[in-house]
Each structure stands twice: as structure tokens, then as C-alpha cells.
Nanobody
Framework: QVLLVESGGGSVQAGDSLRLSCTPSDDTYWGKMGWFRQAPGKEREAIASIYRRLRTRYLVDSVRGRFDISQDNDKSPIYLQLNDLRPEDTATYYC??????????????????WGQGTQVTVST
């Protein structure tokens, strides 16, 4: 079973940046990788996804222009770059993986492996 390990979270001030990393234990497993977040008392929401084969990136409208998902090469972690952070970005951020490309970048049900999460806290 593949494991996903997130890192890079922390406590920052509004306007700061963070780069989150997601490292799979088996870098051949995934065809699609996504980032989600969940704030206390709120539902989990999708943020970004990347399809391995074409390096196609998807970002939800609410974070486009501030956040980005990337992978430097086939062996590197999958990154979520968070810029111009706001207090409303405070949440636990999770990466998730699926073995296949299926045209559903933001559907949490389309991912079968999840990391343990990394906390991002943004203060004013």
C-alpha cells in the first residue's frame, strides 16, 4: 500500500507564503495527485490536482492566482505553493493519490490514498 507524507505546513502571517510537499512511498503508483483542505467545522474542499502523464494542472477558482501545484520531475514530491496567504486559508491540508487519470480532479471520492495532513495556520 502506498503511503503519502505531507510536510511544509506551519504558522505564518497574512501575506506570507508556504510550500507544501507530498511524497509518495511508491513514486510509480499515482496517475493523479490532488490537494484538499479542511478547516474546523467545515467540509473538506478540493484545491488543486495534477495529472501525471501530461503534467496537467487544475486549480479551483477560489485559489487560482495565489496557489499552484507542481512536480519538478517524475521522482520529486508533488508541491502545493501557497502565496499571499489569508486567515481563511487556515486548515489542515491533505494530499491524495489515485492510480488512474479519470477526468475528476476535484472529486475526493476519486482518490483512494490519503496523507495524514499538514496544518497551515494564518494569522493577521
Amino acid at each position: 500500500q502506498v503511503l503519502l507524507v505531507e510536510s511544509g505546513g506551519g504558522s505564518v502571517q497574512a501575506g506570507d507564503s508556504l510550500r507544501l510537499s507530498c511524497t509518495p512511498s511508491d513514486d510509480t503508483y499515482w496517475g493523479k495527485m490532488g490537494w484538499f483542505r479542511q478547516a474546523p467545522g467545515k467540509e473538506r474542499e478540493a484545491i488543486a490536482s495534477i495529472y501525471r502523464r501530461l503534467r496537467t494542472r487544475y486549480l479551483v477558482d477560489s485559489v487560482r492566482g495565489r496557489f499552484d501545484i507542481s512536480q519538478d520531475n517524475d521522482k520529486s514530491p508533488i508541491y502545493l505553493q501557497l502565496n499571499d496567504l489569508r486567515p481563511e486559508d487556515t486548515a489542515t491540508y491533505y494530499c491524495a493519490a489515485a492510480p488512474m487519470f479519470d477526468g475528476r480532479p476535484f472529486d475526493a471520492r476519486a482518490y483512494d490514498t490519503w496523507g495524514q495532513g499538514t496544518q497551515v495556520t494564518v494569522s493577521t
